[in-house]
């Protein structure tokens, strides 16, 4: 596997390629969610180089989907993997590992494996940590922008609900990013409160 030709190849294009009002998940999402693959995989205990290489990929592959279609671009993605990856030495076995991540990141995540579960957190650590209301509202008008949202709807709401429903798999999230989920959403239930009340 050639992880630098590959990871190379992939920014480029995404750097192209990507819609200009993907204002979450632009490419600056996708290298967030590298960073935090590669800390989750720290703390987790990953230290094989293959395991490592194989979440790498799928980290920086994971949303280049969106370059075709908003609407299941895990699928997408994993066709781009599917015909990219092989020209940098990797293997059907490889390449359906990096898929299975991909597609584990679908909302509700169904992760299967370990690798699976520390790439779903990866992909939604911004939950748990600083700067979740400025990036949340970055995803509010991404979903404006693609009419997926309106206007009227109200984002609160549907921050709660997603929160609600959101779990962190991996014992570090849980450990570390949970509390600061639990606070966002315990914080957005009360102006909820507020805003309602008469």
């Known amino acids: 596997m050639n992880l630098v030709q590959a990871e190379s190849f992939i920014i480029n294009l995404l750097a192209e390629q990507l819609p200009s009002n993907l204002y979450y998940h ?9 960073n935090a693959s590669a800390w989750l995989a720290r703390e987790e205990g990953i ?9 790498k990929t799928a980290a920086l592959f994971h949303d280049c ?19 990219c990856l092989p020209t940098f030495g990797y293997t059907p076995e490889q390449i359906a590992n990096v898929c ?5 990141t679908k909302v509700p995540q169904q992760p299967q494996t370990h690798l699976e579960e520390i790439l ?3 992909d939604l650590d911004y939950l748990g940590r600083p700067g979740f209301e400025s990036i ?36 570090t999230a849980l ?9 966002q959403l315990d914080l957005l239930i009360q102006q909820q409160s507020t805003s309602t009340e008469p």
């Open 120 to 122: 779903c957190d990866a």
């Open 100 to 104: 299975g991540m991909i597609r584990a």
């Open 175 to 183: 450990a570390q990013r949970q509390p600061a989920k639990q606070e």
């Open 136 to 171: 949340s509202e970055t995803l509010h008008q991404e979903l404006l922008a693609w009419h997926f949202m309106k206007p009227e709807d109200h984002w609160g709401k549907k921050q709660i609900d997603f929160l609600r429903e959101h779990q962190y798999w991996t014992q």
């Open 47 to 55: 230290t094989d180089e293959e395991s490592l290489t194989l979440l």
């Open 65 to 83: 989907g969106f370059m075709y279609t908003y609407l299941n671009h895990e699928e997408a993605g994993c066709e781009v993997a599917e015909q």
């Open 26 to 34: 632009g490419l600056h999402h996708t290298l967030d969610v590298v």
